[in-house]
């Protein structure tokens, strides 16, 4: 016997041109919008992200005036505080300070420091070349002498970009005088800055945005002084030891060190080595002393002298410090090693503040510069 339900009907197929049957529901229009803006989204960020790099130059002159204000803020923020003094004269007496330095450190020891410089700098290829007749009379092996041979070799290619590194050095001063103008301007007038950034943040967000970058404000100047400290610290120290040791040009290689800390874990390194090319020069006796001053110097700073000074102020995690150093470096070339680590510790409190505590809800997250009765 039939059944008396109709049985459904055969499937429709596509027509001649390829076109869905009338049978079956397009896209939503909602989802094609959706995927449209999606794509959209993906080519905007590319090319956001290569107009970024382009202009790396941009951003980390920016940076640079940031870091500059901070350390302006940081003398004329005491002087605010405690002799109530009006902001805008505590800036101008900040700058007056820092060029009262400047001029005096010139004027006291300029003679001598570029005296030094220029013994120091003619001295070294003289040491290298000592070095390189000292270990052939050593039985070393053919590929160390090699690779000494072929080190000499692209040092002498390197005096050939000479007139290069010049318009490098003017285009460094002129970068110089930019960020010292900004970081005046930006020094004189922080809240207006800071409020002109977060003009561009959703209402809503403005507070704890305004919070976070005080944050990094606070977290910057610290980190800042306990450098200052320790670069003069480590200068004063390495100064000592290679005029008690003998080493010529000690004030020049002193300052060298000091000003090198500024760079974390590369610097110092790299500080190194003139004196222990000089040193080299004197015999085994004052090289081996000069390397035993540069690693107890710098275990002294590493494990006594930042701890210290990093007690009541802000500090970045070794291991970020070092990935910082290689990202930003490898980003943005020699000026991205200089300001490696106060970028990484200002990102590092955003995404402490921003993501630890705001998204994880960690009650244990601190960020650096974050007052602890907050949290």
């Known amino acids: 016997m039939p059944s008396s339900s109709a049985s459904p009907p055969p499937p429709s197929e596509p027509d001649s041109a390829g076109r869905p049957p009338t049978g079956e529901p397009a896209l939503p229009r909602s989802l094609m919008l959706r995927i449209l ?10 090319f956001i992200a290569v107009l970024a790099i382009k202009l790396s130059g941009l951003w980390l002159l920016i940076f640079g005036s940031v870091v500059f204000a901070a350390i302006l803020r ?3 923020d005491p002087l605010v505080r405690h002799t109530g003094m009006r902001d805008g004269l505590a800036t101008l007496v ?18 001598t420091i570029s005296h030094q410089v220029a013994t120091l700098i003619a001295r070294i290829p003289a040491a290298w070349d000592a070095l390189q007749a000292q270990l052939s009379t050593m039985p070393i ?17 390197a005096l050939m970009v000479a007139p290069k590194f010049a318009t490098g050095v003017l285009s460094g001063v002129t970068t110089m005088v930019l960020v010292v103008v900004a970081g005046i301007y930006i020094a004189l007038r922080p809240v ?5 950034v977060l003009a561009m943040a959703p209402i809503s967000a403005r507070p704890r945005l305004r919070e976070v970058m005080n944050a990094c404000g606070r977290a910057l100047k610290g980190w800042l002084l306990a450098q200052v400290i320790s670069m003069v610290l480590v200068g004063a120290l390495v100064t000592l030891g290679l005029y008690v040791i003998g080493i010529p040009s000690p004030i020049a290689l002193g300052l060298l060190a000091g000003v090198s800390e500024f760079v974390p874990i590369v610097g110092p390194i ?5 004196g222990l090319l000089v040193a080299a020069v004197s015999g085994p ?28 102020v802000a500090s970045l995690p070794v291991i970020l410090g070092i990935f910082a150093v290689v990202a930003m470096g490898g980003l943005f070339g020699p000026l991205g090693v200089l300001f490696a680590t106060p970028s990484a510790l200002v990102l590092y409190t955003a995404v402490t503040m921003l993501y630890r505590q705001d998204v994880l809800h960690d009650e244990e997250a601190v960020a650096p510069g974050e007052p602890q009765q907050q949290r």
């Open 94 to 111: 900040a700058v007056l300070l820092v060029v009262a330095v400047v001029l005096g450190v010139s004027v006291l020891f300029g003679q």
């Open 74 to 76: 940081a003398i004329a």
């Open 285 to 312: 006796e004052a090289f081996a002393l000069t390397l035993g001053l540069y690693i107890g110097v710098s275990q002294l700073e590493a494990n006594i002298i930042m701890p210290l000074v990093q007690r009541r």
């Open 192 to 196: 207006n800055t800071r409020e002109g």
């Open 270 to 274: 790299l500080s190194a080595v003139p």
């Open 37 to 46: 803006f999606g794509a959209v989204a993906l080519v905007g960020a590319y």
């Open 141 to 157: 092996t053919d590929q160390v002498m090699n690779i000494l041979t072929t080190v000499t070799g692209q040092a002498g290619r």
